[in-house]
């Protein structure tokens, strides 16, 4: 697609559910990344795939995270018996390169804010 | 460890006034610095890079690897720069993005 695409937009869940975010990058874009942003907080990098593999997911908070993406297109957060700590906006990137520099950025997602309730 | 230390929360401004919001970092190598900004119910974007050197909307940044600082400057701010701006730092390899905790510009008219 044109744009990183992020859904359910919003969601609110109750304590100790599972919840499922997905993610799905601009086409082409083999690194794909998950952060986290809490209320007033910066963003807190979760894990990142390089294709569909996971060279680094050491910013997964806990076991009850996992994260898996299918080749190089749409990738699930999972969140399970959620917590209110988990309230956030969870954000994914993917990484392109940036036209006219040569180098790299991210394009963001509009995000998923996650109330836990 | 890699670290981004941007120590205002918040800065607020009059219009035409100048503008510089603080970034620092902890990085052991060459790191790639980066400012992104977020506009009011808008996506989170990539404003620029020190490697590119450029100026992005009036504003730079210049890396200080002496003072291992990253600081985005604009000479007159306007009205419509106001929004939340993160420093971000990638390491060698570039796989993997930190971010300050941002700081939010307010320019007054």
């Known amino acids: 697609g044109a744009g990183v695409s992020q859904s359910p937009s919003n969601k609110v869940t109750e304590k100790g559910k599972d919840v499922e975010l997905r993610c799905d990058p601009i086409s082409g874009h083999t690194a794909l990344y998950w952060y986290r942003q809490r209320l007033g907080q910066g963003l807190e990098f979760l894990i990142y795939?390089?294709?569909?593999?996971?060279?680094?997911k050491s910013g997964l908070p806990s076991d009850r995270f996992s994260a898996e993406r299918t080749g190089e297109s749409v990738s699930t957060l999972t969140i399970q018996r959620t917590q209110q700590e988990d309230s956030a906006v969870y954000l994914c990137a993917s990484r392109n390169i940036v036209p006219g520099t040569g180098g790299y950025g991210y394009t963001f997602g509009s995000g998923t804010r996650l109330t836990v309730v | 460890a890699q670290r981004v230390t941007q120590p205002e929360k918040l800065l607020s401004v009059f219009k035409g006034a100048p503008v510089e919001l603080k970034c620092n970092y902890s990085?052991?190598?060459?790191?790639?610095l980066f400012w992104y900004v977020q506009y009011s119910r808008q996506r989170l974007q990539l404003l620029l890079r020190?490697?590119s050197r450029e100026s992005i909307k009036g504003f730079t940044a210049d890396l200080n690897k002496g003072e291992t600082s990253f600081h985005l400057k604009k000479p007159f701010a306007q009205e419509e720069d106001s929004a939340m701006y993160y420093c971000?730092?990638?390491?060698?390899?570039?796989?993997?993005?930190?971010f300050g905790a941002g700081t939010r510009l307010f320019v007054k008219a």
């Open positions: 990085y052991s190598g060459s790191p790639e």
């Open positions: 971000a730092l990638s390491g060698q390899g570039g796989f993997k993005t930190i």
């Open positions: 795939f390089q294709g569909n593999s996971a060279p680094d």
């Open positions: 020190h490697i």
